[in-house]
């Protein structure tokens, strides 16, 4: 389906971020990598384009971003740069190769899915912590992608050794570069690893955002989430595949009181059918209730009991 659009115009940042959110209305693409909707997107390739800070304040103050003018040459450059992004249906990420979480700064190309995992709020806000043991040491992110979520394990826990493992050397590739920009190489080993084979533990704590879209939800996908890659993203039939391997293998690479953390984004429906036995507790992040869980491994065990009787 083609769209008519007008290129975004203007003579200040907030004539230009103003008119790109209607621009990117206009042209129908899709958000949800790092940005919910027209206007958050609109405002990230402006400043970016610009060369300003992607949490510059905006407003109505007289020295606010949104007041400063732009010349005619940077409005050229901000009308190419959503024109790209109109055209490649590629992630504003991709394009500006980089992604924010939770305010720290991670590149990203398209070797590797754009961050934006959930479990990094609990990471940044302490939620996971009452669950941990006094002698959690070794912590695995499994799925790491560009390695965000291990740079931020490392960042909220000063006192814990890191390691971020993934079956894609590409996508590693990119969680190098994050490791050495957060001058982590101390603290964050990559692993390449299918599954748990390579990284036995044992572990403390394992987070993971696995691969979960179930096949349905995969053909439906808006384009942009079709120029990352795919083995990121899909999970089989139900989305479950990835989940059951792991849930099955990960006890033998637990300690006694570790625990598991795990992303399932919208597909708590289908977890719950999979596994309709396993206590969970659901944790609370910006999307409610239903995106992540977390398991311990006692838990684990009692499950695999109950499925060899």
Wanted: with cysteine; glycine share 8%; charged share 20%.
């Amino acid at each position: 389906m083609s769209h008519t659009y007008t290129l975004p115009h203007g003579t200040t940042v907030g004539a230009l971020i103003a008119s790109g959110a209607q621009c990117l209305t206009q042209a129908g693409v899709g958000f949800g990598h790092g940005t919910a909707n027209a206007e958050e997107e609109a405002i990230w390739l402006v400043l970016w384009q610009l060369g300003l800070p992607i949490d510059a304040p905006l407003g109505d103050d007289e020295d606010s971003v949104e007041n400063q003018p732009v010349t005619p040459e940077q409005q050229a450059l901000v009308a190419t740069l959503f024109k790209e992004r109109i055209a490649s249906r590629k992630p504003a990420a991709y394009l500006t190769r980089e992604a924010w979480l939770m305010g720290v700064p991670f590149y990203v190309d398209e070797r590797a899915i754009v961050p934006r995992s959930f479990i990094a709020e609990l990471l940044a806000d302490g939620s996971i912590d009452h669950f941990l043991s006094h002698k959690t040491r070794q912590v695995l992110d499994l799925c790491t992608g560009n390695g965000s979520l291990a740079c931020l394990a490392a960042m909220a826990w000063p006192e814990v050794a890191v390691t971020g493992a993934d079956i894609s050397t590409d996508a590693l590739a990119v969680a190098r570069i994050n490791v050495d920009k957060h001058g982590l190489q101390e603290r964050v080993t990559l692993v390449e690893t299918d599954g748990l084979r390579q990284v036995p533990g044992p572990w403390d704590l394992i987070l993971c955002n696995p691969p979960y879209v179930n096949a349905d939800s995969m053909a439906k996908l808006p384009a942009e989430y079709l120029a990352e890659p795919e083995l990121a993203l899909a999970g089989g039939t139900d989305g479950m595949d990835f989940i059951r391997q792991l849930l099955a293998d990960a006890p033998a690479c637990m300690t006694d009181d570790a625990v598991l953390v795990l992303e399932i984004g919208n597909e708590r429906r289908f977890f719950e059918a999979a596994f309709p036995e396993l206590l969970v507790y659901w944790l609370d992040t910006s999307v409610g209730e239903d995106a992540v869980l977390l398991v311990t491994r006692q838990e684990l065990v009692a499950q695999a009991q109950r499925t060899a009787q």
